[in-house]
DNA sequence: CTTGACTCTGGACTATAGTCCATACCCTAA
DNA sequence: TTAGGGTATGGACTATAGTCCAGAGTCAAG
């Protein structure tokens, strides 16, 4: 496989050129070589790499977990367990924070509900009213 | 009841001194005076705006929306169906993030219920095979 | 040989929600 | 009067994930 320009790369992987040098400042995505004249060479690997960090955050993943993965899946001594750990505590951080945003919604279609809306008088709007009652605020 | 200061606010809402600060350059808790000196005064009504604030923060609205809100529920020609309407959007959006969330969840289990973990060498990972699969990458 | 497209670099800028800092002034109690 | 705590200000810095820009160099086709 010839050796590609950013641009080329850029465009087979779907992202900004200047994401994919962003990348490169984050270590997360290197060329394999320069030219004599500086211009950035890539392979396919890089494009299959550079999907990997896609798909990854596209599953949730931040850059930095996604370059801790990448670091294991090109370590020859790496095994299974460690992605799927990685995985795993994605699973239950993503369950925790669905978990949070239900609460969140539970409580605000309950003082929403309440509210007569329309073109009642703000002093009838239970929201502003919860919001301004004294409880423990956090 | 006597004016404040900016620390017996803060610590009365519970933020850092600097948030509260924060909160005067975004426009949405301005101190009703300053002393000849400039010190910052606040008043009651000022602990009841920050509790606003944070509450509505833990309800998942941004600093904006919160303005926004603010804005309406201090116009005494707003209706209860202008805040209505933020509180039910904002339901929307976070049965939609819930929903997103689900999707990634779902995806990231299979793919991990799939890969064999422990000391199985990497070339068996089904994760690491699914980030790199050539599939359309969003 | 020139033109246009591409690439290089470093740095600035976006959004969000703060936090921290130095320097200087103010206020109160001993 | 002095020490200490509180406060003022502007600006820098954090994290995340980029995007955009200017000025300069490169490359290939006509």
Redesign the interface.
């Known amino acids: 496989m010839a050796a590609m320009a950013i641009g080329q790369l850029a465009r087979a992987?779907?992202v900004n050129i200047d994401t994919v040098r962003y990348y490169e400042r984050k270590n997360l995505l290197l060329p394999d070589a320069r030219t004599q004249s500086g211009y950035r060479q890539y392979s396919g690997d890089s494009v299959?790499r550079l999907?990997?960090i896609?798909?990854?955050q596209?599953?949730?993943f931040s850059l930095k977990e996604i370059g801790k993965?990448l670091d294991?899946?090109t370590n020859?001594d790496?095994?299974?367990?460690n992605?799927?750990q990685?995985?795993?505590k994605?699973?239950t951080d993503?369950?925790a924070?669905?978990s949070d945003?239900?609460k969140?919604?539970g409580?605000?279609?309950q003082?929403?509900k309440a509210?007569?809306?329309?073109?009642?008088?703000?002093e009838?709007?239970t929201?502003?009213e919860?919001?301004?009652?004294?409880e423990a605020?956090?």
Chains 1, 2 share one sequence.
């Open positions: 992987g779907n299959r999907r990997f896609r798909k990854a596209g599953l949730g993965m294991i899946s020859t790496a095994e299974c367990g992605i799927k990685y995985a795993e994605k699973i993503i369950q924070r669905i945003l239900e969140i919604c409580g605000l279609k003082i929403a509210c007569p809306g329309g073109d009642s008088p703000l009838n709007c929201i502003l919860h919001f301004y009652k004294n605020s956090q």
